[in-house]
């Protein structure tokens, strides 16, 4: 299980790559500058300057300024780094468009969670973030085949999502006699269609996986009957995929829900995947909340900071998809101050008088969460926003919930 650290920082991460993919030039004016472990700094300077030289032969004036503001921010940066860092860095630096024609001068430096594996500069009109966006891939694959005679669907399960690679449907003939044919002949031509499909399959198997098999954690294979065991046991796989095989599943389904009906089956037997983490804390809420005395389940964000500040909430579970901010404001008519939470600044009222608020300070309501989290000794957990109890605990519960160490009113355990 991911430590609380380890999950914030890829919640930052993730939402720093959001940040940047939503920014737009006016022209080619935003750097991107990834810079691997291995580059001297050295290096990396000789080459910003010999940009510089090339750049300040752009024709538009405001265009040649910002570049040439944008490379001089990198290399001014870059002399507090006698190396970059053990994961390398990036630079993204440049001229973001905002109201009507103006622009503004914006700069982001990322320690990616993974190593860098190559240098790149590029001068364009977006952010590109390809390379940081490849590391949020999840790291914990497994491949999904659920087949009968009829029809096979294969797909990935990613973390918590599963992916759909192929859904194929088979010419095989039902067995029963038809035209005349002897029933020998017969027999053998729905064998001879079986085979050419089991081997289609099997071919779009072994190419969907083969680029991945050594970061499969496993492959689960399931449907009705005997046919899954069959197409298992004979030569339609690679090696390599066979040995990932982990188990085997009676599903009634062959098609994406069937694929669903799998990984149900699969994360009830195989502990350690995350899926069956999210399922577990959410069956432990749900029983908890399903109570007659309403149990030790509590929900809500309101419900949530209030049982942080009374430092008696054990579990803290949280959405990703929790797309909020915490403001500290002042009103600037009758003087209140306060704290509440809204997607933008702009939907705060006062509650006292309803005018126009002063922000005085803004955090992301996760990180605001975390923080009192430590403070108060909960353990929180990040629910994706694929799986269906993330989908749940983001709509039905407001994306907060949480397990209490004691009812309120109860006497606390000295």
Known sequence: MASDETQIKRYEFKKALHELEDLKGRGTELISLYVPPGKQISDVVQYLREEYSTSSNIKSKSTRKNVLGA?????????????????GLVFF???????????????????????????MYKCDSVFHTEQLRLQLQEKEIYGLIVIDRKEATIGFLNGTSIQLVANEESLVPSKHHQGGQSS???ERLIEIAAHEYFKKIGDIINNAFMPVVRDMKAVFIGGPGSTKDFFFEHDYLRNEIKQKVKDLFD???????????????????VKDMKITREKDLMNRFMMEIK????????????AILQALEMKSLDTLLLSEGLNLK?????????????????????????PKCGSQVSVLSEED???????MANEASTNVELISEESDEGKLLLKAFGGAAGILRYVAGATVPQ
């Open 365 to 371: 309501l996760i990180e605001t969460f975390y923080k």
């Open 184 to 186: 020998r002949r017969y």
């Open 326 to 350: 915490m403001f500290d404001y002042t009103c600037t008519s009758c003087g209140y101050h306060g704290k509440d939470y809204k997607k933008k600044s702009e939907d705060l009222k006062c």
């Open 93 to 119: 630096v440049g001229h973001v468009a905002t109201r009507g024609d103006q622009t503004e001068m914006y700069t982001k430096i990322i320690e990616p969670p993974d190593p860098i594996q190559t240098f």
């Open 251 to 269: 599903l009634g389904y062959t098609d994406e829900t069937g694929l669903r009906e799998l990984v149900e089956k699969a994360s009830s037997s």
């Open 71 to 87: 490379i001089e921010s990198i290399m001014s940066r870059l002399k507090y780094y006698k190396a970059p860092p053990d994961s």
């Open 291 to 302: 109570k007659s005395d309403g149990g030790l389940g509590v929900y809500g964000i309101s």
